[in-house]
């Protein structure tokens, strides 16, 4: 059960990491598309700057980096948690790597 909620906020974290992913390549495109439609008498950074469109869709690209690397860590611990012979032992490695991943996407929403 503990294991299920695990596997579940990982999933949850991967995907979390994919929107982040595709809004950061999104934001890009938007960059290329002002940049490449702007009259020669502005520079396309200001263009840029001045639509709605930049500010309304503000979000910090760390959190992607942040959370990328608590799923790694989860990971990690969940592969060390497979191998522990004793039933108890594993279940506690399980519940122990929750804890830490979900206090670490915590960490990076924060």
Known sequence: ???????????TLEERLGQ???????FGLKGQILGS??????????????EPEFWENTYD???AECARRC?????????????????AERLSCYEEAL?????CQARCAA
């Open 99 to 103: 804890a830490t991943v979900t206090l």
């Open 37 to 50: 439609v702007t009259p020669s008498w502005s520079t396309g950074i200001e263009r840029f700057l001045e």
């Open 1 to 11: 059960m503990h294991a299920d909620d695990e596997a579940m906020t990982s999933a």
């Open 71 to 87: 799923i790694e860590q989860n990971k990690i611990a969940r592969e060390a948690c497979s191998v522990k012979k004793d039933a």
């Open 61 to 63: 690209a760390s959190q």
């Open 20 to 26: 982040l992913e595709r809004r950061v390549n999104d």
